[in-house]
């Protein structure tokens, strides 16, 4: 994740354009027009909707990515489009030279997210990714103690993070959402890569997955929004990974089994229960009939969230203008991708085993299964699914 080489050109601020002005597109439009995002100016907006871009009559407007890069108006792009789209835009926008910041997902599936990371050639364009959770406080806390190795090995990890309800309208909010051809899965791939990436960035990457999906179990949908699924890791850790978007309230806890005790990140708070003797053994001096450890309550101060969202796009300008090192280059994306696309293809196939790296032309083959049988959202037939299908087949 290093920064970026000096642009050949002066610079003292970034033209940005944003691609896609839907609900996330306008979210960023206005953290950028309200003057939270230092030396960067929103000059720029794409959408093939026209009437989405008419609230913002100070952007030029643009009906395609194609316009946008030709009028040569911008430095950088955010692309926030349905997410077929930020592998195919993702590339015009590399090959056309301009630096990149991608809503996550990166890509849909694993062969999409390498032919994007491909075309990232030149390494002075920056290339990250909008993957805000990794600025949260809590999360870097504990990434720090797993990684600095203060909590020993770790043994087991279970993560519930069933609190991203959704409504049935929420659904209906875009004739391309919780479709297959439109979105290309549900709860995974549009709730959970902030959680997966963040799974993988604090723990690493596992060398077999187990997915257990319902499709539909809670809201009218083809894809799935309750997700069960085993992590084996190869020095022998496990993990449990649990979502959902029809449980309400929901919980988000985060539970760590490791050699130093066991730590929990539940409402805002880490509790650390630390055993006194390192790496767990038995404890001759234990008054405990069984010999186990005598532990104590360590705090781990966390303080708020974090810059999120307004976070990453300044660490994304600052890496273009001072070649700071990124919080969340793109190239990493992939792996929250394959976790994702691992889950699914085990349910896909009787909760089979999945070994990593997932077959990235075996998923495809798969999803575009899916891709076939996918029925539109009714509620927007007039969705950008059809078009969105080209980059799978």
Known sequence: GGGAAPLPRFMDKIRLGIIGFGGMGR??????????????????????????????????????PGDLFAAQDVDAVLIATPHYAHTTIGIAALEAGLHVLVEKPVSVHRADARRLIAAHRDRRQVFAAMFNQRTDPFYQAIRRLVQGGELGAVRRVSWTITNWFRTHAYYGLGGWRATWAGEGGGVLLNQCPHNLDLFQWIFGMPRRVTGHCTFGRYHDIEVEDDVTAYFEYPDGCHATFIASTGEAPGTNRLEIAAERGRLVYEDDRIAWLRNQTPGGEFSRSSPDPFGRPDTEIVPVPADGHGGQHVAILQNFVDAILDGVP?????????????????????????????????DGAVYERELAKKIADSKPNPVRAASPAADLKKSVA
Do not use: M, Y
């Not at 990124?326 to 929250?336: D, K, Q, R, T, V």
């Open 326 to 358: 990124l919080i969340a280059p793109a190239e990493e994306g992939i792996h929250s991708v394959e976790l994702a696309n691992a889950i699914l293809l085990s349910a896909w196939t009787g909760s089979r085993a999945v070994e990593l790296p997932v």
């Open 27 to 64: 979210f960023h439009a206005a953290n950028l027009l309200g003057g939270k995002v230092a030396r960067c100016e929103l000059v720029a907006a794409c959408d093939p909707v026209a009437a989405s871009l008419e609230k913002f009559p100070q952007l030029h407007g643009f009906a395609t």
